[in-house]
């Protein structure tokens, strides 16, 4: 019966898969479509996390009537059987005002088993329900007995009805089933489809940066889940300040202003380059460093996650064999993974920013999408 569950799934996602090559919306764009292109190491071709080989995303948007703007994404590090061919991981937080599920096992053993699922504060239990379900079915899994699913959130109660959980299990499995290498749809869809970023619509973004040969050839590639303020800086520009819109305004400037600087911002970043957790957590910590280029703050009421994964296949973990013999990097090899994780990064959450759209959600409340003319204005300043 599990078996018939997993193909009608299947089917159902079938009419949908498509839908993460949604058409751009009018207007919009990716940053470097009006010519920014930070940082100094080029992306790949898709300038995606799927740029990184292997590597596969998957999203199921929830719009329905009013009031529910939600959904899941899930990140897949590579085609296999997760669970039997284990990625090196690690996870850093920022700040933990969140919900992640998985994390101490990942930390304590220093690899992950499952996709990664993104989805809302209150539907973190449906991501886990759902992530087993896809587990234990896989081929090869008829014997499993534990299973650590690996779920983030952001809470999306600012345009949706975050109470009525809408998210379920199957959701998830038809986000895990549907994931495709090649492009990413970016904006309010799956997991981003109801978050908020600097007082503009946020979303799913994400980026990438591909080392040159001599520094050795690796691909980094980051996924965002934007939620949360501070005050906006965009390739070295204060589009924040100048457009007027900021956390702490009130403060400074208008005290009749009101933005709230909490919120929260998971961020997965996956490399084919050959690391350990150890240096993973490392990487971890220059993802921080990307999010505060845009300028945001992990303020006390925001949950900032980095999820990091190498799948580079050597390195891959399979636990029926006696002995491990990993190929690992020098750490002075290091360094330009940390800044290609930086220039990833915060490319990932302005992508989201610009490729979300107006969205109107629960209690009629509206949140515009950022204005492009007036950021490109302000950045020509």
């Known amino acids: 019966m599990k078996r018939i569950f997993l193909i009608g799934i299947v089917l159902s996602v079938c009419s949908s898969v498509f839908a993460q090559e949604a058409t751009r919306p009018e207007g919009r764009g990716r940053i470097r479509d009006f010519g920014i292109c930070p940082g100094i190491f080029h992306p790949g071709t898709w300038n995606a996390i799927t740029d990184v080989p292997g590597v596969k995303v998957g999203h199921v948007t929830l719009i329905e009537g009013d009031n529910i703007r939600t959904g899941v ?3 897949l590090p590579h085609d296999g059987n997760l669970f039997r061919k284990k990625c ?3 996870i850093y937080v920022g700040n933990g005002f969140g919900k992640l599920a998985g994390v101490t096992q990942v930390r304590e053993l220093g690899n992950i088993e499952t996709p990664i699922v993104l989805t809302n504060t209150l539907s973190v239990a449906q991501g886990i329900e759902g992530v087993l379900s896809y587990t234990l079915n896989l081929k090869g899994n008829e014997n499993v007995r534990s299973v650590n699913a690996v779920v983030g959130e952001t809470n999306d109660a600012g345009l949706s009805d975050i109470r009525g959980r809408h998210v379920k299990a199957d959701d998830v499995v038809k986000a895990i089933l549907s994931a495709q290498s090649g492009p990413v749809a970016e904006g309010c869809v ?5 978050t908020i970023c600097f007082g503009w619509k946020g979303g799913i973004g994400t980026s990438s940066r591909v080392l040159p040969k001599e520094l050795g050839g690796y691909t980094v590639g980051v996924l965002v ?5 501070g005050i906006l800086e965009i390739d070295g520009a204060p589009v ?4 007027g819109q900021y956390s702490f305004k009130s403060n400074v400037e208008n005290p009749d202003y009101q933005l709230n600087p909490d919120g929260s911002c998971m961020m997965v970043l996956i490399t084919d380059a050959p690391l350990d957790a150890r240096n993973l957590e490392r990487m971890a910590k220059r993802v921080m460093m990307g999010m505060a280029k845009t300028g945001g703050i992990a303020s006390n009421g925001s949950g900032d996650y980095v999820i990091a994964v190498s799948n580079c296949s050597e390195n891959l973990i399979d636990e029926t064999t006696d002995k491990y013999y990993p190929t690992l990097l020098h750490n002075d090899a290091m360094s330009p993974l940390f800044e290609a994780a930086i220039e990833a990064t915060a490319e990932a959450l302005w992508n989201s920013l610009f490729m979300a759209t107006d969205m109107k959600g629960i209690g009629g409340r509206v949140v515009p999408a950022i204005p492009i ?3 490109l204005q302000a950045m020509r300043q």
Do not use: D, H, M
């Open 73 to 75: 994404t899930a990140i």
């Open 373 to 375: 003319e007036a950021v």
């Open 88 to 90: 090196p991981a690690a």
């Open 190 to 194: 799956g997991a981003g489809t109801g």
């Open 240 to 243: 924040g300040q100048r457009l």
């Open 225 to 229: 889940q934007s939620n949360y303020g």
